[in-house]
């Protein structure tokens, strides 16, 4: 894998913000009306909107399911119909998650997305920088659909149920993000992964 694929553009997390104000008024709810439905504190939603939080996975599932719409639709920046080819240096970056909930606090992560500009797509296809971080584990977590990771470089420590897998280059694993999991470093050194999520809608 090339070393500049993981070169893009940002989307900020206003984006994201204006994105949610938008898709919640157009439905005639209030914050706090969202934050009931989708079992969120008023105060997350706010913060979303408002650009000054960075997103983990399972509040955004959460909410896009109250608001009926894609994951894809708050991560999108533009739609095409057909293939979409990503060359090496070309892969986007989504808004900057704090958490794909393949990992909570245990790295900080960068995300590229190979398919952001797919429309009605039911995968979402990642590269990700994981960088060790020296932060308390948060704990893991859990949410509907499946994952599967492919470690590019470095090395990565699963932890899945009551197991903890380590994997190498070339290593990958698949599994049901029901399960409460975490993904992080293994050792000091950072590691890029190839990552796909499918949420089912």
């Known amino acids: 894998m090339p070393g500049n694929v ?5 989307v900020p997390a206003a984006t994201l913000g204006q994105k949610l104000t938008t898709l919640r008024e157009s439905l005639g709810l209030s914050v706090d009306e969202v ?22 996975l399972a509040p955004l599932l959460r909410i896009t399911r109250a608001l009926g719409v894609r994951l894809g639709t708050l991560l999108d920046d533009d739609a095409v119909i ?44 990642f590269i990700i920088d994981v ?10 977590s859990s949410h509907e659909g499946e994952e599967f990771i492919y470690v590019l470089s470095g090395s990565l420590e699963v932890e899945y149920g009551r197991e903890v897998h380590v994997l190498w280059p070339g290593d990958s694993i698949y599994f049901d993000s029901i399960v409460p999991h975490e993904v992080r470093t293994h050792g000091a050194a950072a590691a890029r992964i190839l990552a796909v999520v499918h949420v089912p809608e």
Not at 6 to 10: D, E, F, Y
Not at 105 to 121: E, F, I, P, Q, T
Not at 131 to 140: C, I, V, W
């Open 131 to 140: 960088a060790p971080s020296e932060l308390e584990r948060s704990g893991r």
């Open 82 to 125: 057909g293939p979409v080819v990503t060359r090496a240096g070309e892969a986007g970056t989504a808004p900057r998650l704090k958490s794909l909930q393949t990992a909570s606090d245990a790295g900080l992560l960068s995300y590229h997305s190979l398919a952001a500009s797919k429309v009605s797509r039911h995968m979402e296809p």
């Open 6 to 10: 993981a070169k893009g553009i940002a």
């Open 35 to 56: 934050a009931e439905r989708c079992q969120c504190e008023p105060v997350v939603i706010a913060g979303l909107e408002a650009g000054e939080l960075s997103p983990s």
